[in-house]
């Protein structure tokens, strides 16, 4: 499949990314891969994509710097890798254009295993700037501390795909020198009971197969919760909305 891909520019509104870039991350795929590798040159990408030589060299060089891929070059060629945040950009598409083209269900349900974190998200949450907004926006302040899950592989996917949602922003700030990312919101029923939100903080050291969970109370001992339960979260959606 050549040529570059045209789509609704409502896809990128708002964010960082640019349809060149993901023009050429589509361009990339569709070259043949060896040991996730994509082997490649600026004039290959260049014919696939109807841009110029020095128009796909730029390209790559913004995907490099965005941290959207890594690449070396040798006497054969530019070797490529899509990253994880390239990829992610892919999938975000991916579920987007599902959801324009395919009927989609109004709830997601996600479940993860319980486990103890370092108190990295209580710390978060406790901040005043935050709190604030957490009543403002999702209707309570939350317990002073977070529920922890663990994403089994499949959940990961489900994951990825609440996010293409748009999330309720809790803006960041700066404190005593010290900056405070955006947390992104997402709604949620846990364990068909109470209602909170999962939440998904811009400087953390957690990596996807992790979510953070906030109520207005203490989960734990509402729902009678140790380490190694089942959690599950309901997402109820808005399937008007574009991605």
């Known amino acids: ?13 708002g964010r960082n990314m640019k349809k060149r870039h993901w023009n050429t991350l589509y361009g990339l795929i569709n070259i043949e891969s060896r040991f996730n590798s994509i082997r490649t040159s600026t ?13 796909a060299s730029r390209h790559l060089i913004e995907l490099e710097n965005a941290g959207y891929i890594t690449k070396t070059s040798s006497f054969k060629g530019i070797d490529v890798r899509i990253t994880e945040k390239g990829l992610d950009e892919l999938r975000r598409v991916y579920f987007c254009l599902k959801k324009m083209i395919e ?17 990295e998200g209580g710390y978060y949450v406790s901040q005043k700037q935050y709190q604030r907004q957490f009543k403002l926006k999702l209707g309570f302040y939350p317990y002073l501390g977070t529920l922890n899950l663990k994403l089994p592989i499949s959940e990961i996917v489900k994951k990825k ?3 293409t949602y748009p999330p309720i922003i809790i803006k960041g700030f700066e404190k005593q020198n010290r900056l405070f990312g955006d947390v992104r919101c997402y709604p949620t029923i846990i364990n068909h009971e109470i209602e909170g939100a999962a939440i998904i903080i811009e400087r953390t050291h957690h990596d996807s197969s992790i979510l953070e969970v906030i109520a207005p109370v203490q989960l734990r001992t509402i729902l009678s919760l140790t380490d190694g339960d089942k959690v599950t979260l309901d997402f109820h959606l808005i399937t008007s909305d574009l991605c």
Do not use: C, H, R
């Open 161 to 163: 795909e609440l996010e």
């Open 1 to 13: 499949m050549d040529g570059k891909f045209n789509f609704n520019s409502a896809l990128f509104e």
């Open 103 to 119: 009927s989609v269900p109004n709830i997601i349900t996600i479940y993860g295993i319980l486990f103890s974190g370092l108190g």
């Open 43 to 55: 004039i290959e990408l260049a014919e696939k994509l109807g841009i110029s030589q020095q128009t």
